[in-house]
């Protein structure tokens, strides 16, 4: 399995910024595809997760009405667009898989490599 993520860059505070995962590697319909992030110094955290096959998305609550998740399987693609952004967002972004929904990063198996979003006051 094979996660790339792309789309990171500098936004100025209450900008927007898209982020794209491609996937690849197998078939991921029992998957959920999760997205994490990580401020140096701090733990990685939950973002937001879609169900692959149902759609069904779960997000952080700081993050509900400002982030969304999506998934494009045509293009085995999912993507997080991120509105309002605040310093605060600044971190590293990760998205990974696996099998069933958890909001648990130790719980996930497969990973990209992280894009960094950093968002100037």
């Known amino acids: 399995v094979q996660l790339q993520a792309s789309g990171g860059g500098l936004v100025q505070a209450g900008g927007s910024l898209r982020l794209s995962c491609a996937a690849s590697g197998r078939s991921f319909s029992s998957y959920a595809m999760g997205w994490f992030r990580q401020a140096p110094g701090k733990e990685r955290e939950f973002v937001a997760a879609?169900?692959?096959?149902?759609?069904?998305?779960y997000y952080a609550d700081s993050m509900k009405g400002r982030f969304t998740i999506s998934r494009d399987k045509s293009k085995n693609t999912v993507s997080l667009q991120m509105n309002s952004l605040k310093p605060e967002d600044t971190a590293v972004y990760y998205c990974a898989a696996r099998w069933g929904y958890s909001d648990r990063p130790y719980e996930y198996d497969y990973w990209g490599q992280g894009t960094q979003v950093t968002v100037s006051s």
């Open positions: 879609i169900s692959w096959s149902s759609g069904s998305t």
